[in-house]
């Protein structure tokens, strides 16, 4: 009976750990946890500050409005209000983003490896998508209009292109106060240390010279 008891227990703590619930940001045990940026105690988050010296600007951005500079090689930008901005938002769970899109510019292929996200178009429209996990690799595409809404699960590699000839801006909202961005081309060809181009051409099936050539770009 007793050995029963170990397995149901067992099998329990197994459930608990692997439900999806606890691969999402730690709850709040309190009102406010507002960020300490001033501290240099490193925990998983950031320390809280004393909720007597938190004040209204602890929980306010200003200037989400305004248009972003998009002139760079991929022609977007993106600003991201998280924790470390908006410091309230500091064991929320959450966070937000600003996308601005330049004609034809692009949000490359990336991933969010802590957070859910979802997006609505608030001017010009969007061709995006994700690609889901091996075997399959599907690629799941729309095209988006203003006032139109879209979700990219958590860890699934996707992107956003503004493929029309006038500037688009989307928001963002994303389930992590931390979600993490991990830009596919710039960790495969920009990494430091560059990661072998013996491997990446064994991996990508082409000759070691176009890999070479692609990572002098990063």
Same mark, same amino acid.
């Given at each position: %009976? $007793?050995?029963?008891? &170990? @397995? #149901?227990?067992? /099998?329990a703590? #197994? /459930?608990?750990?692997?439900?999806? *619930? %606890? !691969?999402? =940001?730690?709850g709040a045990l309190q009102d406010l946890c507002v960020a300490d940026n001033t501290s240099n105690v490193f925990v998983n988050g950031f320390v809280c500050k004393d909720p007597k010296l938190v004040k209204a600007e602890d929980f306010f951005f200003s200037g989400l409005d305004q248009p972003r500079n998009t002139t +760079?090689?991929?022609?977007s +930008?993106?600003?991201l209000l998280n924790a470390n901005r908006i410091p309230g938002l500091n064991t929320l769970g959450i966070s937000m983003a600003r996308v601005d899109y330049a004609p034809f510019g692009l949000n490359p292929p990336h991933i969010h490896p802590r957070a859910t996200e979802i997006q609505t178009v608030l001017e010009g429209s969007l061709y995006v998508g994700f690609v889901t996990s091996n075997p399959d690799n599907r690629l799941v595409t729309k095209v988006l209009?203003?006032? =139109?809404?879209?979700v990219f699960p958590q860890g699934l590699i996707h992107f956003q292109f503004n493929y029309g000839t006038n500037? $688009?801006?989307a928001l963002s909202g994303l389930s992590s106060q931390n979600p993490g961005v991990i830009t596919i081309a710039n960790s495969v060809f &920009?990494?430091?240390?560059? @990661? *072998? =181009?013996?491997?990446? !051409?064994? /991996?990508l099936g082409v000759d070691k010279k @176009?890999?070479? #050539? @692609?990572? $002098?770009?990063?």
């Amino acid at each position: %009976m $007793a050995a029963s008891y &170990g @397995i #149901l227990l067992l /099998a329990a703590l #197994l /459930a608990l750990v692997s439900s999806p *619930s %606890m !691969a999402r =940001d730690p709850g709040a045990l309190q009102d406010l946890c507002v960020a300490d940026n001033t501290s240099n105690v490193f925990v998983n988050g950031f320390v809280c500050k004393d909720p007597k010296l938190v004040k209204a600007e602890d929980f306010f951005f200003s200037g989400l409005d305004q248009p972003r500079n998009t002139t +760079n090689k991929v022609g977007s +930008n993106v600003t991201l209000l998280n924790a470390n901005r908006i410091p309230g938002l500091n064991t929320l769970g959450i966070s937000m983003a600003r996308v601005d899109y330049a004609p034809f510019g692009l949000n490359p292929p990336h991933i969010h490896p802590r957070a859910t996200e979802i997006q609505t178009v608030l001017e010009g429209s969007l061709y995006v998508g994700f690609v889901t996990s091996n075997p399959d690799n599907r690629l799941v595409t729309k095209v988006l209009r203003k006032g =139109d809404v879209f979700v990219f699960p958590q860890g699934l590699i996707h992107f956003q292109f503004n493929y029309g000839t006038n500037k $688009a801006v989307a928001l963002s909202g994303l389930s992590s106060q931390n979600p993490g961005v991990i830009t596919i081309a710039n960790s495969v060809f &920009g990494s430091k240390p560059a @990661i *072998s =181009d013996d491997i990446l !051409a064994k /991996a990508l099936g082409v000759d070691k010279k @176009i890999v070479d #050539l @692609i990572q $002098a770009h990063f």
